[in-house]
């Protein structure tokens, strides 16, 4: 009688347990909004492109290779957030970015700002090609976003 007690009870707790675990998951439209693919050969060399990812814009940029060098050759060093081309970016030639504004959270201009490279109307802040925060912005350098392919 014990015995038999002491499975019930057992088997009731994983019951509970199983259930609470399982309202803590993510739904499924949250699953799915956490994985975004792009068809990157279908970026031409030196265009940028948005998607949208999480509710946020995420910019794509196919670098050229006179973009690649002038970002690496830029004296990071001296820069707000000091870290080289290389450290952030895994593929040279791909520049994969959070497209909002470190300071009020806006949508920055893609190819334009006195750096040909993005601009945030907002309150004036320009980057470089390589996202790098160029003037005014009091926050720094655009995110870089971590991405894989497939």
């Known amino acids: 009688m ?21 309202t803590m998951a993510a739904s499924a439209d949250v699953l799915a909004l956490a994985k975004t693919e792009v068809e990157l050969a279908s970026i031409p060399e030196g265009k940028n ?7 946020k814009p995420v910019f794509i940029r196919h670098r050229t290779s006179d973009e690649i060098e002038e970002a690496r050759t830029v004296d990071w060093k001296s820069l707000r957030d000091p870290q080289s081309d290389e450290a ?10 959070l497209g909002v504004c470190t300071h009020l959270g806006c949508v920055p201009i893609g190819e334009s700002g006195d750096y040909g490279g993005w601009f945030c109307p907002c ?12 003037f005014v912005d009091l926050h720094g350098d655009l995110t870089i976003h971590s991405w894989s392919r497939a």
């Not at 002491?6 to 347990?17: E, F, N, R």
């Not at 492109?49 to 509710?55: A, D, L, N, P």
């Not at 952030?88 to 970015?97: D, F, G, H, S």
Request: one cysteine or more; hydrophobic letters at 40%; proline letters at 2%.
């Open 2 to 22: 014990v015995g038999s007690l002491g499975v019930l009870s057992a088997s009731a707790a994983k019951s509970t347990l199983t259930g609470f675990l399982e």
């Open 49 to 55: 492109v948005i998607i949208k990812w999480r509710g």
């Open 88 to 97: 952030r970016v895994k593929k040279p030639e791909w520049l994969v970015m």
């Open 123 to 134: 309150h004036g802040s320009h980057y470089d090609i390589c996202e790098f925060c160029s």
